[in-house]
């Protein structure tokens, strides 16, 4: 007998053989691809039709899907393993470093080691006016490859959910679109499709959200070159409105991200004339504000994301706070795939495969909220952001395992380390050391 045939009379999931995956994004990509994959390993045939009304391969909004486009090292690492190469017309820029702007003054910020740089990449077809440009959507790169694997891609937007008769009924501009054994929900909190989950009753609520801003701005190669380097420039405030900000290298364009609770139409604007940003942007030449958005972000996750035959994931789901949201969507998406084709589609088998990865997820977050409530309370305070600054310095002329708040503060705005990690580093005596001899500094200064 057979390792496949021996697999299949150990433990045969229930045959749920149609799938309909609501989003096309990297969740619903990840899913697709790795499910397709598994059930060719134990020889099941599955068939999954993606539902995705955007086209990534287009410029501007036709095709964006609103995210700043930050990728880990480590990501592209395990993608690499898993047989997924980006080429280089995904990848717009190597990143190797931060400046980290205040009010009270600015330091740089190197990688900790090569393992923890990252990538810039673009969601959707890219700023609009780029097409003709060499360069590739990351979400339409990961949708090409599970169309390849045998996914088939609709570009109907599902407006409701229906069960009838065991199965799940599909409908878009109230005309049945396929019945389905399995619905995977892999929409982003901007869409509108959570509300049809809600509404089925099983305890689905839609995640909580904070607004953002992001924008592209447009300016010549060599002066983003010379301006930016492989460099991420990041904003901490004393603004109670503004979180953080970043502005992200991506060839003849800059990408602005803002995160916050008092994000609205004039943000962009506003943020913009201040005095500290206005020091980074060219001061001659000028630029091109191409394209701006108001996304909403996913700051928590449903209770109860999965029923029988439905599942949530990605940014319906569980996903990473302000970071990360490509390696969570890997995660997901993975993890929800070997439920499915290993083990079955009941509440059961998702409560017991996949919660706990989808709880590790949240649970790390918490971690995250203390280290954002700490960070929160270095940037309204000159004296504690004069001795961030002074111990981040100092620790940028000594070797690379002594530098643990610039450590801390690499991992905190990029996908290389879990939350619980930063946190524990965080409570290290030397830590407090340094930055109470950075505190007497700006007394001293005073």
């Known amino acids: 007998m057979s390792v496949v045939s021996s697999a299949q009379h150990t433990h045969i999931p229930n045959p749920h053989n149609h799938i309909a995956v609501i989003g096309g994004g990297p969740t619903g990509s990840f899913f697709s691809l790795f499910a397709l994959r598994m059930a060719k390993m134990i020889g099941r045939e599955v068939e999954i039709t993606i ?24 990501l592209v690492q395990t993608l690499a393993v898993e047989g997924i190469n980006l080429p280089n017309s995904v990848v717009r820029k190597g990143i190797n470093s931060y400046k980290l702007h205040t009010d009270y003054g600015s330091v740089f910020i190197s990688t900790p080691s090569l393992e923890r740089t990252i990538a810039t990449v673009y969601r959707g077809g890219g700023p609009r006016g780029i097409i003709g440009h060499d360069k590739e959507s990351f979400d339409n790169f990961l949708l090409s490859l599970a169309l390849e694997e045998g996914a088939v891609h609709r570009p109907v937007r599902i407006d409701s959910v229906e069960r009838k008769n065991g199965k799940m009924v599909l409908f878009s501009r109230n005309s049945q679109v396929t019945e389905a054994d399995l619905v995977v929900g892999a929409f982003g909190v901007n869409s509108t499709a959570g509300k049809m989950f809600t509404s089925l009753g099983f305890g689905y609520t839609e995640p909580p959200t904070v607004n953002a801003a992001i924008a592209e701005l447009h300016m010549p190669e060599k002066v983003i070159a010379e301006l930016f380097g492989n460099s991420i420039h990041l904003f901490l405030l004393p603004d109670r409105g503004i979180k953080f900000a970043a502005l992200i290298p991506k060839g003849s364009y800059v990408t602005l991200c803002i995160l916050g609770r008092k994000v609205d139409s004039h943000t962009v604007g506003t943020f913009l004339q201040r ?19 108001l996304p909403k972000m996913n700051i928590g996750a449903p209770k109860k994301p999965f029923t029988d035959s439905i599942v949530m994931g990605g940014d319906a789901g569980s996903t990473r706070l302000f970071k990360d949201g490509l390696g969570a969507a890997y995660i997901m998406g993975k993890a929800i795939a070997k439920t499915v084709i290993f083990e079955g589609t009941s509440w059961k088998d998702f409560q017991r495969c996949y919660y706990p990865i989808y709880r590790g997820i949240k649970q790390d977050n918490l971690f995250g909220r203390i280290l954002y409530t700490v960070i929160d309370q270095y940037r309204s305070s000159k004296i504690l952001t004069r001795a ?18 610039s450590t801390i503060l690499w991992d905190m705005f990029t996908g290389n380390e879990r939350y619980r990690n930063v946190f524990l580093k965080s409570l290290k005596p030397k830590m407090h050391l340094d930055m109470w001899e950075g505190v007497f500094s700006s007394l001293g200064r005073r």
């Not at 287009?58 to 995210?67: E, T």
């Not at 001659?284 to 701006?292: K, S």
């Not at 600054?389 to 643990?404: C, F, H, I, M």
């Open 51 to 74: 539902y995705e009304p955007k086209d990534f391969s287009k410029d501007g909004p036709g095709g964006c899907n609103r995210c700043g486009g930050i990728i880990s090292e480590l």
């Open 388 to 405: 961030m600054l002074k111990t981040v310095e100092s620790e940028q002329n000594r070797g690379a395992d002594d530098r643990l708040l």
């Open 275 to 293: 005095p500290v940003v206005r020091t980074v942007l060219p001061e001659t030449l000028g630029y091109d504000v191409v394209c701006n958005c």
